[in-house]
């Protein structure tokens, strides 16, 4: 089955400086791979996704890169603020089927003033 | 757009009693809905997958006598914990996809069960 690793599991950095956040994936069939941020008490919130037939897509202050032959996605946050202090956690698709997710093990991302 | 609710945000109940939670989608219909377990600093745990009207498929290691989900309708799915014990204090949140994007998935804010 599909395992999903994720690092680092804590981060903390500067307001304004750059976080990276990297996932690696073990099923090759995988071709849908969100990220959701969470914050303390309530439910993951979608900040970004790619899909397998794209390397790379950015959304604002967001950017995911996606390496199929490695197996390997990461989430780019530049220009850290505060309010991206959370909980953030990556996911692969369950084989082809897209619906099913596996998700990683959070990072905790906290941005100092 | 793509909201999804809970309901209750929280419960506390007594050893033996059962609890239901509501899952709903407002403003779009869900194609399938998913529940997940999340122990406290751990990571999601998918519980089962739902259908509207049919019979939801269940995670290995999940028991489905225990964890009880109906799917009725395009907006709603309920999971009952029955017969709840002190180990089933969990945060218990939903997600559904919708017709016109099923891969995507979005979450509801989540229930704190707490079991005395």
């Known amino acids: 089955g599909e395992n999903v690793e994720q690092h680092p599991s804590t981060l903390s950095v500067q307001e304004g400086d750059s976080a990276v956040i990297k996932c690696t994936y073990s099923d090759s069939a995988s071709n849908y791979f969100p990220w959701y941020k969470q914050e303390l008490g309530k439910g993951p919130q979608l900040i970004i996704d790619?899909?397998?037939?794209?390397g790379e897509k950015k959304d604002q202050r967001i950017a995911v890169t996606l390496n199929k032959t490695a197996k390997h996605f990461s989430l780019h946050i530049t220009e850290t603020q505060p309010e991206d202090s959370a909980v953030y956690f990556c996911?692969?698709?369950?084989?082809?089927?897209?619906?099913?997710?596996?998700f990683g093990t959070g990072t905790r991302l906290l941005v100092s003033p | 757009g793509a909201v999804v609710s809970q309901h209750p945000s929280w419960v506390i109940c007594k050893s033996g009693t059962s609890v239901k939670i509501e899952c709903r989608s407002l403003d779009f219909q869900a194609t399938t809905m998913f529940w997940y377990r999340q122990f406290p600093k751990q990571s999601l745990m998918l519980m089962a997958t739902s259908n509207e009207g049919s019979k939801a498929t269940y995670e290995q290691g999940v028991e489905k006598d225990k964890f009880l989900i109906n799917h009725a309708s395009l907006t709603l799915s309920t999971l009952t914990v029955t017969s709840a014990h002190p180990e089933d204090s969990s945060f218990y949140i939903c997600?559904?996809?919708?017709?016109?994007?099923?891969?995507?998935?979005?979450f509801g804010p989540g229930t704190r069960l707490t079991v005395l």
């Open positions: 996911a692969a698709s369950l084989g082809t089927g897209f619906q099913k997710l596996v």
């Open positions: 790619i899909r397998s037939n794209v």
């Open positions: 997600s559904a996809t919708d017709y016109a994007n099923t891969d995507t998935q979005y």
